[in-house]
């Protein structure tokens, strides 16, 4: 198995299922000759022409408009978003039209497209190149919403999201693209939308979290190993559908529970965890269930300083970690 | 038949999408058979649209967007896409004579209005017809005025992509022509040259807000320069004018890439059933648009031309009626959808 990293894992599964469907196309802005500004169509131009890898006028609301109407007419539109902070404009053609059209068609129009949002902080991007948009999403009927954070995950979740007949907005954090690297089989596989992943088994506090925070979680729990704290870390990997399954059974098991994410911690992902931990497993909990989220301001400002303060990071979640096992 | 010409933009006449100004009868395609299949379709839409209006004020339509003055546009255009047979349609709210003429039953079109089961479009989830007829090549999924543009380019796009000829007409009022995505979509479909007609109701009102304070000129038509295509400004409330024009339009589309059609109509009653369009227009205002009621004057055109006879006409009215009463007695008395259909069909199944 050869080690790549998680753009890298991007781009091999964009090109192997163009290859597997001429269905399949691109759309975006700076996605052909650019190959993308993270350069996760590196190339892909050339292999499939520029009926296939459009760049479009500088106008999300119409590269997602443009999609949609693609996709009632059968085609597997892959609309890519620059950074998830330029999202705001198409919003009303996703989150109004495109979550909305099995539904208001009565089924006569599913949508089987797949847009990509480089999203995320942590990399000095300031108020507009480092938001979260997931919650938006992930509130959303009609939308699945995916969010890796390994180059292995990503790669078989969104051959997934391309080949499913639901829209799928498929975050990738940015900061991870170059940062975390990991080996990709050599052979075609797929990973199933909806299914978590424990990243690391553990039986005494439950950590949920997805994307970037994923990995400082998974740095955390070997932080307090030493200190007689067994941590298992559940990677979402998919927002939603949320598997309820998965969570439950590990706060069942450990009795403790800890979400981190990096989005705003009001109304949350990590919110909707809550719920459910106190809705069906409230009976096994040991401990207060607890948040490790961005605060509520309106995004990661840009100064290291302020950027820092934001961020949830290793040390912050060792503490929470520590927090609960005093408990 | 009054012959307003269609003018380009910029003021002449266009010898590329020419209309038979000069031909003495009927524009090429067209037989005095289809004007009364055409005044046949627009007395059933009529009639519907009066009725609906008044099941409204009787509690049993809970909300409806007439198309009154807007028919010769709406069927003039079907009539150049049904004959081209290889259209596809992105209608918007207004276009209750289009979807109804494109084949559905009156029966159909009342079990929507009235929210019943087996309404066409969406099983009664949404808006009275609005959702998808693919049967009849129409998607309309909201009415968020303008998002239909853009939806409509992409259709062409993919229709392009396939290497199929299809040419896709998307229908829209000057509301929505303010609509960021409005230029958006005709951008895009301008650098692409997509097969696509832009086709604006123009009846100079969104809801109560005239045109004057919507748009800085007199016409839509000419901003298709601005996106490298063809616009043109037809008098929509002349239903030969309007199949004339769509049928170039189409070949142009076709073979060239997008045409602009600005269809000027007039909206001769209240934005919905919920407004009141004497809080924003005189009645002397009204009372002239009504002179202008394209229902009313291809009735007496075909009349006086002899196209159909008196006895013909009170016939059209007469089947029409019957027919409204009776697809308001069934749907009536249809059953709404059962509260378990609101679940399921959120993702594809």
């Not at chain 2, 004497?278 to 009349?303: C, H, I, K, M, W």
Request: charged content about 25%; glycine content about 8%.
């Amino acid at each position: 198995m050869a080690v790549k990293n998680v753009i890298e894992a991007v781009r091999e599964a964009l090109r192997e299922e163009m290859q597997r469907d001429s269905k399949v196309f691109i759309l975006g802005e700076d996605v052909g000759r650019r190959g993308g500004v993270f350069l996760a169509t590196h190339e892909l131009i050339d292999e499939f022409g520029e009926s296939r890898v459009i760049d479009t006028p500088l106008a999300e609301a119409s590269i997602m408009g443009i999609a949609l109407g693609a996709a009632f007419r059968g085609m597997r539109p892959i609309p890519e978003v620059q950074f998830s902070d330029f999202i705001w404009p198409a919003m009303n053609q996703l989150i109004g039209e495109t979550a909305r059209a099995c539904y208001g068609t009565n089924g006569a129009l599913p949508v089987p497209m797949t847009i990509r949002v480089p999203y995320g902080g942590g990399i000095r991007g300031g108020l507009f190149h480092s938001q979260n948009v997931e919650t938006i999403f992930f509130h959303t009927p009609g939308l699945k919403v995916v969010a890796p954070a390994t180059p292995y995950d990503a790669k078989g979740l969104l051959k997934s999201a391309i080949r499913d007949n639901s829209p799928v907005v498929f975050l990738e954090h940015k900061k991870t693209y170059r940062l975390v690297r990991g080996e990709l089989p050599e052979e075609e596989y797929t990973l199933p939308i909806g299914q978590a992943d424990i990243k690391r088994a553990g039986e005494n506090i439950t950590v949920v979290s997805y994307g970037l925070m994923l990995h400082y979680c998974l740095e955390a729990a070997e932080a307090v190993a030493g200190e007689g704290i067994d941590v298992e870390v559940v990677d979402l990997r998919t927002l939603k559908p949320l598997d309820k399954e998965t969570v439950l059974n590990s706060v069942k098991k450990t009795g403790k529970l800890l979400i981190v994410h990096e989005d705003n911690v009001t109304g949350g992902v990590g919110a909707e965890i809550a719920a459910l931990a106190a809705d069906e497993a409230f009976e096994y909990l040991d401990a207060p269930v607890t948040r490790l989220c961005g605060p509520d301001v309106p995004t990661m400002p840009f100064a290291q300083t302020l950027e820092d303060e934001y961020m949830p990071n290793t040390d912050k979640i060792a503490q929470a970690l520590r927090k609960q096992a005093a408990y | 038949m009054p012959r307003k010409k269609t003018t380009r933009s910029n003021g002449t006449e266009d010898s590329e999408v020419a209309i038979a100004q000069s031909l003495e009868g009927l524009p090429e395609g067209l037989t005095t058979g289809d004007l009364v299949d055409s005044y046949t379709n627009m007395i059933m839409v009529r009639t519907m649209d009066e009725r609906i209006w008044a099941l409204n004020r009787q509690g049993k339509v809970p909300i409806a967007a007439s198309c009154q003055g807007h028919e010769a546009a709406q069927l003039g255009s079907l009539l150049a896409a049904q004959k081209d047979g290889r259209c596809f349609l992105f209608p918007y709210y207004r276009d209750l004579g289009l979807k109804m003429a494109a084949g559905l039953t009156p029966t159909q079109v009342m079990l929507s209005f009235m929210g019943k089961e087996g309404e066409p479009y969406s099983n009664a989830r949404q808006f009275p017809l609005q959702g998808a007829d693919l049967e009849h090549n129409i998607i309309q999924i909201s009415n968020v005025v303008g998002a239909g543009l853009t939806q409509a380019v992409g259709y062409a796009l993919a229709c392009k992509m396939q290497d199929d000829d299809t040419v896709v007409l998307t229908y829209f009022g000057d509301g929505a022509s303010s609509q960021g995505e409005a230029h958006e979509a005709m951008n895009f479909a301008g650098v692409h040259q997509l097969p696509v007609i832009f086709v604006c109701e123009n009846n100079h009102y969104a809801i109560s807000v005239p045109q004057s304070r919507q748009m800085a000129t007199d016409d839509l038509a000419s901003r298709a320069q601005g996106y490298g295509f063809p616009g043109f400004t037809v008098d929509g409330m002349d239903i030969v004018r309007c199949y004339e024009a769509t049928r170039e339009a189409i070949s142009h589309a076709r073979t060239q890439g997008p045409v602009l059609l600005e269809m000027q109509v007039e909206r001769l009653m209240p934005h919905t059933t919920d407004d009141d369009h004497l809080r924003y227009r005189t009645q002397e205002e009204l009372d002239s648009a009504n002179q202008r009621d394209p229902v009313v004057n291809f009735g007496s055109d075909l009349l006086a031309r002899g196209i159909i006879t008196q006895e013909k006409f009170e016939a059209i009215k007469a089947e029409a009626l019957q027919a409204i009463n009776e697809a308001t007695d069934v749907a009536d008395a249809a059953n709404p959808p059962d509260p378990s259909t609101m679940w399921g069909r959120v993702y594809s199944e």
